[in-house]
Every structure is written in structure tokens, then in C-alpha cells.
T-cell receptor, first 115, second 112 residues
Framework: NAGVTQTPKFQVLKTGQSMTLQCAQDMNHNSMYWYRQDPGMGLRLIYYSASEGTTDKGEVPNGYNVSRLNKREFSLRLESAAPSQTSVYFC??????????????FGSGTRLTVV | AQSVSQHNHHVILSEAASLELGCNYSYGGTVNLFWYVQYPGQHLQLLLKYFSGDPLVKGIKGFEAEFIKSKFSFNLRKPSVQWSDTAEYFCAVLRGGNMLTFGGGTRLMVKP
């Protein structure tokens, strides 16, 4: 099925470990995003990529890095995980055209626990 | 402070009750507005959106929302909720470019 695929679905890390969350979309969308979801705070934008070859910081970028590997893939890296990064991470993509009215398609999420 | 505010964090209703979830935003100028729903264990899905035209927007599953520009509000409504509407609801604003800013969410529980 077309959509946004995230891996892994669950991960437990020890403080200081590193890991990369993978995201791929097959809808030929230009823009991709990484959000984190925390109780009572909604979704907060970590980084986004408006188009292939560009990345920009969102609302909460500290402790993260991203790579827009190609048009399909946008990865999120935690270099040295901290307990404050325990969260559910969502990748999303969007097409920038009025026909789709800027609708976002979300992945199923990665539940990350840092101990 | 959040730029998109959802004042009701938790709402509990009985089936067939009417629903209204508040959403206020603090941006001036042109905004595009969305409501997303997240069912337990699932990702976010679009319920409805407003870009222009009729300020009363109808979405899927009987939901509707009204854009009131003077009040900077985009409240979500449903005349009669069902148990299957139990979920978390997020209001979101698109301003400049194509980045969404989300409210903190409202958890709705519908008792059968």
C-alpha cells in the first residue's frame, strides 16, 4: 500500500547510545517531516525537508540530526540518546499542491524509550 | 506558549451526546486549518480541513468544524458521538510554506 513507512516500530536505548530512525514514502511527495509526540504537547516538529537536498530545523531540533537521502527517504538520528528523548516519533510527507490541499500522510510511528 | 491551543485536554461523553472541541490559534493573516484524529495505537488521519470559502466545513464520519476568523477559532463538532469516536483529536494550523503546527490534543472517551 502507498504511504509512509517507518522503522523500527519500537526501540529501547540506553542513555548515550545512538540510533537512526528510518522513514520512506512512495507517494512522490516533495516534503517530509519528523515530529515527536508527547502527552499533552501534541506533535512538535523536530526537522523538516521541504524538498530533496534541503533540511531545516523545526521547533525542537536539539539532540537530533536528519538526512534527506533522496526524494523517498528521510532519516532521523539520535547521536547520544537521553531520557528526555523518550517519545513517539512520527514521520510525515506532503505534496505541495492545492489539489491535495497540503494534506499530510503520517507513518505509523516509532515508540522510543531511553533508559 | 503554544500557538495552537486546545483547552479541553480530556473529554468524556456518553454515546449519542453532542461534541464540541475547542481550537484557537494565535497567528494573524491567512491560515489553513485542520483537524486530525488518532485512534488508539494508530497514526494520525485527516478529519477535515479549511482553506477558504464556506467557514462551515464538513469532514468524514459526521464531523464538522466552523472557522470563526474574528475569534481565531476552528472548533470541531459532531451532533451524536459513537463509542468508535474514542480517540485523540488534534487541531493544526498551516501558515507559510507547508509546515503544520499542532495543538496539544484532546483525548475523547465515549462511554457505551
Amino acid at each position: 500500500n502507498a504511504g509512509v513507512t517507518q522503522t523500527p516500530k519500537f526501540q529501547v536505548l540506553k542513555t548515550g547510545q545512538s540510533m537512526t530512525l528510518q522513514c520512506a514514502q512512495d507517494m512522490n511527495h516533495n516534503s517530509m517531516y519528523w515530529y515527536r509526540q508527547d502527552p499533552g504537547m501534541g506533535l512538535r516538529l523536530i526537522y523538516y525537508s521541504a524538498s530533496e537536498g534541503t533540511t531545516d530545523k523545526g521547533e525542537v531540533p536539539n539532540g537530533y540530526n536528519v538526512s534527506r537521502l533522496n526524494k523517498r527517504e528521510f532519516s532521523l538520528r539520535l547521536e547520544s540518546a537521553a531520557p528526555s528523548q523518550t517519545s513517539v516519533y512520527f514521520c510525515a510527507s506532503s505534496a505541495y499542491n492545492r489539489e491535495s490541499v497540503y494534506g499530510y500522510t503520517f507513518g505509523s510511528g516509532t515508540r522510543l524509550t531511553v533508559v | 506558549a503554544q500557538s495552537v491551543s486546545q483547552h479541553n485536554h480530556h473529554v468524556i461523553l456518553s454515546e449519542a451526546a453532542s461534541l464540541e472541541l475547542g481550537c484557537n490559534y494565535s497567528y494573524g493573516g491567512t491560515v489553513n486549518l485542520f483537524w486530525y484524529v488518532q485512534y488508539p495505537g494508530q497514526h494520525l488521519q485527516l478529519l477535515l480541513k479549511y482553506f477558504s470559502g464556506d467557514p462551515l466545513v464538513k469532514g468524514i464520519k459526521g464531523f464538522e468544524a466552523e472557522f470563526i476568523k474574528s475569534k481565531f477559532s476552528f472548533n470541531l463538532r459532531k451532533p451524536s458521538v459513537q463509542w468508535s469516536d474514542t480517540a485523540e483529536y488534534f487541531c493544526a494550523v498551516l501558515r507559510g510554506g507547508n509546515m503544520l503546527t499542532f495543538g496539544g490534543g484532546t483525548r475523547l472517551m465515549v462511554k457505551p
